[in-house]
C-alpha cells in the first residue's frame, strides 16, 4: 500500500492511460510506416529526373520527407547501405 493515497489512481484511470499509450504507439507505427513509403518513392522519383522532373524537386521531396522523420525522432536514412 502506498504511503500517498492521495496519489492512487483508481482503474479507470489506468484504463485510460493504457488505452491512450496504445493509441499513440499505432500513431508513431503509422507514421513510421508513411515516412518509409515516402522513402520508398524517392527512388522511384529518380528514375523520372531528366525528361520529367528536376534534380531540384527530388532533392527537396528527400529533404521534407527527412525533416518529418526527424520531427518523429526517426534517425536519418543510410543511404547506400547494404
Keep these: 500500500m502506498s ?3 492521495e496519489l492512487a489512481m483508481s482503474y479507470e484511470q489506468i484504463e485510460r492511460i493504457t488505452n ?6 499505432n500513431v508513431f ?3 513510421i510506416r508513411a515516412v518509409g513509403f ?3 518513392m524517392s527512388t ?12 531540384e524537386a527530388v532533392v527537396e ?3 521534407r ?4 522523420a526527424a520531427y ?9 547501405a547494404e
Design 29 to 31: 507505427r503509422k507514421a
Design 3 to 5: 504511503d500517498h493515497p
Design 61 to 63: 521531396f528527400e529533404k
Design 20 to 25: 491512450t499509450t496504445k493509441s499513440q504507439k
Design 65 to 68: 520527407v527527412a525533416d518529418i
Design 72 to 80: 518523429i525522432g526517426l534517425p536519418p536514412r543510410e543511404v547506400d
Design 44 to 55: 522511384w522519383l529518380w528514375t523520372k529526373v531528366g525528361p520529367d522532373l528536376a534534380d
Design 38 to 40: 515516402l522513402e520508398g
